[in-house]
């Protein structure tokens, strides 16, 4: 581009600048993914794409079924989540027809996904790793929430705490799963 095209399309530059097409480049646990062996990142990028897959598709579902503020929600999953993916490996995996979606029920609905049954088999490094950038996107969504909130942007707002809910979901079962295995694990004295 030429500086004229450029003082033309002053925003041309923003749009095309990697923190903006993944905001999670921002916080610095995005660096925690990257620095992963290149099996570690391949593995998370094939099961995160799967939970996106499917987050995409319960959405669909319920947008269709005309359950908007749900449907948000798992959208917003699946936005955050192929943010992730291409956070581990810029290659997406080939796509898995999903047949049957169901709606899943629950404290926790995002977990009751088929494909999020992959997460028990990430390295210890890569759970770690993922968990890490998860708290903080939580952190940071709950301060956009707020943010959008009292600037009186209330879609924005919702939209922003769905993000905080679910990484929390995601992170809470990480942590639980790693200690659950740390137990079964044979003390070495």
Do not use: C
Not at 22 to 41: M, Q, T
Request: aromatic share 6%.
């Amino acid at each position: 581009m030429t500086a004229e095209t450029l003082a033309l399309q002053p925003s041309a530059l923003r749009s095309s600048a990697a923190d903006v097409r993944n905001p999670l480049l921002k916080l610095e646990a995005s660096a925690l993914i990257g620095s992963l062996p290149a099996e570690d990142r391949r593995q998370l990028r094939v099961v995160l794409d799967a939970i996106r897959r499917e987050a995409r598709a319960v959405g669909d579902l319920l947008w269709d079924r005309n359950r908007r503020r749900s449907a948000g929600y798992w959208r917003a999953a699946s936005v955050y989540v192929g943010h992730i993916a291409r956070l581990a490996h810029d290659r997406s995996t080939p796509a898995v027809y999903l047949k049957d979606i169901a709606v899943p029920k629950g404290v926790n609905p995002l977990l009751q996904l088929r494909t999020v049954k992959g997460l028990d088999m990430l390295s210890p490094d890569a759970s770690m790793a993922l968990e890490s950038l998860l708290l903080e996107l939580r952190s940071a969504s709950r301060s956009d929430s707020t943010k959008s909130w009292f600037s009186s942007k209330s879609p924005m707002a919702v939209y922003w705490n769905d993000v905080y809910t679910y990484a929390g979901h995601i992170a809470r079962y990480l942590r639980r799963r790693r200690a659950a295995v740390a137990t079964k694990a044979p003390v070495l004295h």
